[in-house]
């Protein structure tokens, strides 16, 4: 080794040690402007948020905590009540028959909503002539406005002049007083709600169908599988994702129905058609002497259904994603 490489190493060496500088105070971060840009687009999120759902909420909750006259409701000062409206609406005679008639009117809503939309869906997959037109006239119920579809339904029921009990006597069979009749008034509405409910079913389902690849169902039909079995096997699975969502949807919606129920019975008679929903509007604005706190309450609990509805659907797809 020359001396003029080893003087240039050690020169190297040394000018490397010189020309490193000891650290200094870490550099401040500086707010990007994409930060800021982030939050101007989610700022009408969160104010539609907290003005049109968290207020409301805010407010109905410190409505059944109080005792609310008409004078206090408009001018404020209701005494501080706490729990005494809960305790109120549990105790009523009224709240067991009419939590009965939600849960009926709701499980058998969804019952057969969505077995009638999937046999529906399942039927138009086949895409055969005019199956689109017959697919988008099946859709009209859904884009009707609910206070003509229930008037629809509180002409087709009267029990006088309604077209069901005219084919009814044609056949033989006695008239039915539908709104009229403890026995009959739920059933009414729930003939009506299903009615109103199949399109959505039918159109959320067909869409999970056409997601389901063609090549599966000729495979299977390969190894000889029939139609029953290809739905157990591979359709119904293949849309369990899709089924709990529109479960969900349905249910959250099918809780809190109202108008149907108000237009055709107004929860009557004797109460034989109300549900939570009903019930909450009578008791804050269905009497001479409205009751908000205890209205409020009842509102309260029915958001605390549909909580422990979204609940069970989060578990759901929490056991699906560790399968």
Do not use: C
């Amino acid at each position: 080794m020359t001396p003029t490489t080893q003087t240039t190493r050690t020169t190297r060496g040394h000018g490397g040690a010189a020309d490193a500088a000891p650290p200094g105070p870490p550099a401040r971060r500086t707010r990007r402007p994409g930060r800021w840009l982030a939050w101007g687009f989610l700022a009408p999120t969160v104010g539609y948020l907290l003005a049109f759902y968290a207020y409301p909420l805010y407010r109905n909750v410190e409505l059944s905590l109080r005792e609310y006259t008409v004078r206090s409701f408009v001018q404020g000062g209701a005494p501080f009540a706490g729990l005494d409206n809960y305790r109120a609406v549990l105790t009523d005679p009224a709240f067991w028959p009419t939590l009965t008639h939600t849960l009926v009117f709701t499980g058998a809503s969804l019952v057969f909503q969505f077995g009638i939309g999937m046999a529906l869906a399942l039927f138009f997959r086949q895409h055969f002539p005019l199956s689109g037109t017959l697919r988008a006239l099946i859709l009209v119920p859904w884009l009707l406005p609910l206070i003509v579809s229930a008037s629809t339904w509180s002409w087709l029921l009267n029990s006088d002049s309604g077209l069901v009990n005219a084919a009814l006597g044609a056949v033989g069979i006695d008239p039915v007083n539908w709104l009229t009749s403890p026995t009959w008034s739920l059933t009414s509405v729930i003939i009506a709600n299903i009615w109103i409910g199949i399109p959505f079913n039918l159109v959320v389902l067909y869409s999970g169908l056409q997601a389901i690849p063609v090549e599966v169902y000729e495979a299977s039909a390969l190894d000889g599988a029939s139609g029953w079995q290809r739905f157990w096997s591979i359709t119904f699975p293949l849309l369990s994702p899709v089924s709990a969502i529109t479960l969900l949807l349905g249910l959250i919606y099918t809780l809190k129905v109202f108008d149907i129920i108000w237009i055709m019975t107004r929860g009557g008679p004797s109460g034989s058609s109300a549900t939570l929903a009903t019930w909450s509007y009578r008791l804050g604005f269905g009497n001479l002497l409205p009751e908000f706190g205890p209205g409020a309450a009842v509102g309260n609990l029915l958001i605390v259904l549909a909580l422990i509805a979204g609940l069970g659907y989060i578990r759901f797809q929490r056991r699906q994603h560790l399968r």
